[in-house]
Each structure stands twice: as structure tokens, then as C-alpha cells.
T-cell receptor, first 112, second 111 residues
Framework: GQQVMQIPQYQHVQEGEDFTTYCNSS?????IQWYKQRPGGHPVFLIQ?????EVKKQKRLTFQFGEAKKNSSLHITATQTTDVGTYFC????????????FGKGTLLTVNP | NAGVTQTPKFRVLKTGQSMTLLCAQD?????MYWYRQDPGMGLRLIHY???????AKGEVPDGYNVSRLKKQNFLLGLESAAPSQTSVYFC??????????FGSGTRLTVV
């Protein structure tokens, strides 16, 4: 079945440093989504990427979808303590059941 | 507009007991999902539903049953709880071509 690998598993940064997490799928994706889960909370939808090579920005967050639609990245510029949490990518291989396969996530901690 | 509501939020069960987790959404979403989250394992799909009256198995369905008698509700049942089912359970829903909305989770401990 489809597998979605995410690296790194953990990342600790000093406040103000940049952060990137990478996501790779074993199959070509119809679209990819990103979620953020704060400690003790539930996953919250951030964004969906659909087109090959697509780049989207949300303030300090930049999301990219690879040309082959098998990989994606999330980059945070100048991290803040509010960025702490686990970031998940989730791939959709298409079809009518809209079933996502989640990566295991990257836990980001930020030292103030 | 409450979104996705899960009940209960916390529960402790003894091995062999049964229970039902309720997920209710008020967004008229067609698709609903049950996930479990364990440390280092990410989110694993248990069962899902593509519409009222339908259910399908996900990645880790053993030991669980589900029902979707009404569009807004998706029930997850544990017939005979085992310690391996200690986890955080999340329900999610989506209209189809957009992101999932997750509930706040149920923290289940089986002793």
C-alpha cells in the first residue's frame, strides 16, 4: 500500500532559526495536505497542494509540492515559540474515498 | 457551529469491557474517519465511511467495529477491550475535496 515517509522525526531549533520538514510518498499523489498538531491537541488542517511544482505561502510558512507529485516540504522562516508542535503531511492518491495516508510527523520544539 | 464533537474525552476501561466512542459533525460532511494515534506511529486509519450507511476498513481495523446510521454520526465500538487498544482516538470528517476537520480526541486507557 501507499507509504508516506516524513523526515526528520524531531527538530529542535533556537527561536529565530529556520525549520524544514520533508515528505516523500512511495506513489504519485493526487494532492498533499499539511496539518499541525499542538502538544495535547488535535491535528489542524493547514493547506492543500494539488498542482505539480506548486508553491504556497502562509505568512512565515512555505509549502512546496514536487514536480513528480511524490514529495513535498514545509519551510518555516524565523521560527517562533508559537510554532511548536508536530507537523504532519498527508497524501491522497486519488479515488472517490478521499482517504489520506499520514506521515509520522515531525515534532518541532523551539527554544526561546 | 461545533464542527466535530467526540464523546467521551477520557475513558478508562478494564480488559474485556466494551464501549462505544461517538463522533458527531454538524457540517453535513459526506466522509468520516476514525484514527488512532500512538507515540511514534503517527495517525493510523481504523475505519472510514464515504456516506450514510457505508463503512470500510482502514489500516488497523482488527478489534473495532463502526456504524454510520445517520450522516452526522460515526460510531466506533470496542467489543472486548485489550491493553493494546490504549491510545488517543481521533475522528475526522471532510466534504471531499478539502482538508479534514478533526475532533478533539478521546484518550482511552485499557488496564
Amino acid at each position: 500500500g501507499q507509504q508516506v515517509m516524513q523526515i526528520p522525526q524531531y527538530q529542535h531549533v533556537q527561536e529565530g532559526e529556520d525549520f524544514t520538514t520533508y515528505c516523500n510518498s512511495s506513489t504519485t499523489l493526487s494532492n498533499i495536505q499539511w496539518y499541525k498538531q499542538r502538544p495535547g491537541g488535535h491535528p489542524v488542517f493547514l493547506i492543500q497542494l494539488v498542482k505539480s511544482g506548486e508553491v504556497k505561502k502562509q505568512k512565515r510558512l512555505t509549502f512546496q509540492f514536487g514536480e513528480a507529485k511524490k514529495n513535498s516540504s514545509l519551510h518555516i522562516t524565523a521560527t517562533q515559540t508559537t510554532d511548536v508542535g508536530t507537523y504532519f503531511c498527508a497524501g491522497n492518491s486519488g479515488g472517490s474515498n478521499y482517504k489520506l495516508t499520514f506521515g509520522k510527523g515531525t515534532l518541532l520544539t523551539v527554544n526561546p | 457551529n461545533a464542527g466535530v464533537t467526540q464523546t467521551p474525552k477520557f475513558r478508562v476501561l478494564k480488559t474485556g469491557q466494551s464501549m462505544t466512542l461517538l463522533c458527531a459533525q454538524d457540517m453535513n460532511h459526506e466522509y468520516m474517519y476514525w484514527y488512532r494515534q500512538d507515540p511514534g506511529m503517527g495517525l493510523r486509519l481504523i475505519h472510514y465511511s464515504v456516506g450514510e450507511g457505508t463503512t470500510a476498513k482502514g489500516e488497523v481495523p482488527d478489534g473495532y467495529n463502526v456504524s454510520r446510521l445517520k450522516k452526522q454520526n460515526f460510531l466506533l465500538g470496542l467489543e472486548s477491550a485489550a491493553p493494546s487498544q490504549t491510545s488517543v482516538y481521533f475522528c475526522a470528517s471532510t466534504p471531499g475535496v478539502s482538508g479534514y476537520t478533526f475532533g478533539s480526541g478521546t484518550r482511552l486507557t485499557v488496564v
